[in-house]
């Protein structure tokens, strides 16, 4: 098993729980870690053997830039269950999303969600 990574993949999108947040948007970060055997594309050179991360990010920004959630939970969930359901490739997946800057009274990098997707044996 290999894994492959995208950090901080950045989006501006209309998420949160507050109308503020969903009218004037915030910003984005989010991480995706697949596990994979990912050694036939080492052998064979070629995309269709691996994850194409560039899909994978084209899903990502689908969702990012689909409908209005309130958490970044419900963000996490859809990102998962469609890259997971798009690469049967993956026997494990791990979503991480970012939210910089929310909106709490003390001041703080980030929130940040992270769950994790498992094909059964």
Same mark, same amino acid.
């Given at each position: 098993?290999?894994?492959?990574?995208?950090?901080?993949?950045?989006?501006?999108?209309?998420?949160?729980?507050?109308?503020?947040?969903?009218?004037?948007?915030?910003?984005?970060?989010?991480?995706?870690? =697949?596990?994979?055997?990912? %050694?036939?594309?080492?052998?064979?050179?070629? #995309?269709?053997?691996? $994850? /194409?991360?560039?899909? !994978?990010?084209?899903?990502?920004?689908k969702?990012?830039?689909?409908?209005?959630?309130?958490?970044?939970?419900?963000?996490?969930?859809?990102?998962g269950?469609?890259?997971?359901?798009? =690469?049967?490739?993956?026997e %494990?997946?791990?979503?991480?999303?970012?939210? #910089?800057?929310?909106? $709490? /009274?003390?001041?703080? !990098?980030?929130?940040?969600?992270?769950?994790?997707?498992?094909?059964?044996?």
């Amino acid at each position: 098993m290999a894994t492959l990574t995208l950090k901080s993949l950045c989006f501006k999108a209309y998420h949160g729980f507050y109308e503020e947040e969903r009218r004037q948007g915030n910003r984005f970060e989010v991480d995706l870690t =697949f596990t994979a055997g990912l %050694r036939p594309a080492g052998d064979s050179d070629r #995309l269709e053997d691996t $994850i /194409d991360y560039q899909k !994978a990010a084209d899903i990502v920004q689908k969702v990012m830039e689909g409908p209005s959630q309130k958490l970044i939970e419900s963000l996490t969930k859809r990102i998962g269950d469609q890259l997971f359901e798009s =690469f049967p490739k993956a026997e %494990r997946l791990q979503v991480s999303v970012r939210k #910089l800057a929310p909106p $709490i /009274d003390v001041e703080t !990098a980030y929130s940040e969600t992270r769950m994790s997707w498992r094909r059964s044996l």
